[in-house]
């Protein structure tokens, strides 16, 4: 599976958006990019996932670049409960596995 | 919304002995997986099971390791001889099937003195 790379920590405003970036310039045509987030020391929760085009849930958007190198998490309306940590991990759809390889992740402080 | 249950939430064990941590995936999930997390380090993929057998492991998971779901509900993680560097949270998860993600449970503390 692709490396990815993400910054250490960013920090945001309660109530303004969130946009989580992610490179993985490495990806595979077949590799996935998911989106997990880990609130303080409880299990990690998946976010989202994508292959090529924008998604979109209750949750968030991802925003994949057209070459596929890089890609944004957004959080529309950060709320203080947004606090985690965020992993965004590239996956081998060809592995009927779906082993998650973390890495460490963007630490997402929400402020009042 | 269903969810993964993981028992006990606490587990302090002594050296040497066996610990058994429990876990229930999702009802209609296929495949199932255990994760651990040092404190202060990153999640680590343990081993995957699907169709009543184990799909893949880690260098993590040796002879000291074993899985099971001994009656279709429960999934059970048991360390035969637990050391020191047991300690950790231990999280199950699972997934239903395709590319969508895990659910994972909210994982059991073990503690090992």
């Known amino acids: 599976d692709a490396k990815t790379t993400q910054p250490t920590s960013m920090d945001c405003a309660e109530g303004r958006a969130a946009n989580l970036p992610c490179n993985h310039s490495?990806?595979?045509?077949?590799?996935?990019v998911y989106w997990y987030r880990q609130i303080h020391s409880q299990g990690p929760q998946y976010i989202i996932h994508?292959?090529?085009n924008n998604e979109t849930n209750e949750m968030a958007s991802l925003i994949i670049t057209e070459d596929r190198k890089s890609s944004t998490l957004i959080l529309p309306h950060a709320t203080l409960r947004d606090t985690a940590v965020y992993y965004c991990?590239?996956?081998?759809?060809?592995?009927?596995?779906?082993?998650?390889?973390f890495g460490k992740g963007t630490l997402l402080t929400v402020n009042p | 919304e269903p969810e993964v249950t993981q028992t006990p939430s606490h587990q302090v064990t002594q050296m040497g002995q066996e610990v058994i941590l429990r876990c229930v995936p999702i009802?209609?999930?296929?495949?199932f997986y255990w994760y651990r997390q040092i404190l202060g380090q990153k999640v680590e993929f343990l081993v995957s099971?699907?169709?009543?057998?184990?799909?893949?492991k880690s260098e993590i998971f040796d002879d000291q390791f074993s899985v099971e779901r001994p009656d279709g509900s429960n999934f059970t993680l048991k360390i035969r001889s637990t050391k020191l560097e047991d300690s950790a949270m231990y999280f199950c998860?699972?997934?239903?099937?395709?590319?969508?993600?895990?659910?994972f449970g909210s994982g059991t503390r073990l503690t090992v003195v």
């Open positions: 099971f699907y169709n009543n057998e184990i799909s893949e």
């Open positions: 998860a699972s997934r239903v099937r395709g590319t969508t993600g895990y659910t």
């Open positions: 991990i590239a996956l081998n759809s060809g592995g009927s596995n779906y082993k998650l390889t």
């Open positions: 490495t990806i595979s045509g077949n590799e996935y």
């Open positions: 009802s209609n999930h296929l495949y």
């Open positions: 994508g292959l090529k």
